[in-house]
């Protein structure tokens, strides 16, 4: 089956400082690349996401981008805020189906 | 609009106890799924509904967890004779559909179990 691995485990930046976070797959039939953000205590809120079919997506200060080669994604916030500490968690799926998850980032960002 | 609402919250269990943890969809949602999540397992797949489709269980851990879902809404994940390494928080999501290319899916607040 599916296997998603995300480094790095931790990650601590200084406000205003960008923040990337990666992800490799193993499955090339996998074709959807959601990535959740989760505060504690609450469920897993989607950020963005990306499908097999477009190499890179931007919201604001939040990007995703996608090699299909090389199945890996990586996730990129920049100017980051004190409000975007939390866990991050990458996944992927194929064709809508169960979500394989990344083990996660703990994200610290420093006022 | 509302989102997807999970109860209880919380639920403390003794070792051997079945338990019922329930799962309220966005409305309109044909999929629904199950995860739990863990500290030594990370967010693990256990069960997934779409439609009237027979539901993937590929993920339940043994024969003492189950899960239905009735009138292709509310669901119920139960786990019955309760372990100690059954505690965690068990998750909830659901999405329009299953379709090709991925659908989000929205998840809700979770339940705790704590089995004792």
């Known amino acids: 089956g599916e296997n998603v691995e995300q480094h790095p485990s931790t990650l601590s930046v200084q406000e205003g400082d960008s923040a990337v976070i990666k992800c490799t797959y193993s499955d090339s039939a996998s074709n959807y690349f959601p990535w959740y953000k989760q505060e504690l205590g609450k469920g897993p809120q989607l950020i963005i996401d990306?499908?097999?079919?477009?190499g890179e997506k931007k919201d604001q200060r939040i990007a995703v981008t996608l090699n299909k080669t090389a199945k890996h994604f990586s996730l990129h916030i920049t100017e980051t805020q004190p409000e975007d500490s939390a866990v991050y968690f990458c996944?992927?799926?194929?064709?809508?189906?169960?979500?394989?998850f990344g083990q996660g980032t703990i994200l610290t960002v420093h006022p | 609009g509302a989102g997807v609402s999970q109860s209880p919250s919380n639920k403390v269990t003794e070792k051997g106890k079945d338990v019922e943890l329930r799962c309220d969809p966005i409305?309109?949602?044909?999929?629904l799924y199950w995860y739990r999540q863990s500290l030594g397992q990370g967010l693990e797949f256990l069960i997934y509904?779409?439609?009237?489709?027979?539901?993937?269980k590929s993920g339940l851990p043994s024969d003492r967890f189950s899960a239905e879902r009735t009138g292709g809404s509310v669901s119920t994940l139960t786990i019955q004779r309760t372990q100690q390494e059954d505690s965690a928080v068990y998750l909830c999501?659901?999405?329009?559909?299953?379709?090709?290319?991925?659908?989000?899916?929205?998840f809700g607040p979770g339940t705790r179990l704590l089995v004792l």
């Open positions: 990306i499908r097999s079919n477009v």
């Open positions: 409305s309109g949602h044909t999929a």
């Open positions: 509904f779409q439609g009237n489709s027979a539901p993937d």
């Open positions: 999501a659901s999405s329009p559909r299953a379709s090709r290319g991925g659908e989000t899916q929205y």
């Open positions: 996944a992927a799926s194929i064709d809508g189906g169960k979500l394989t």
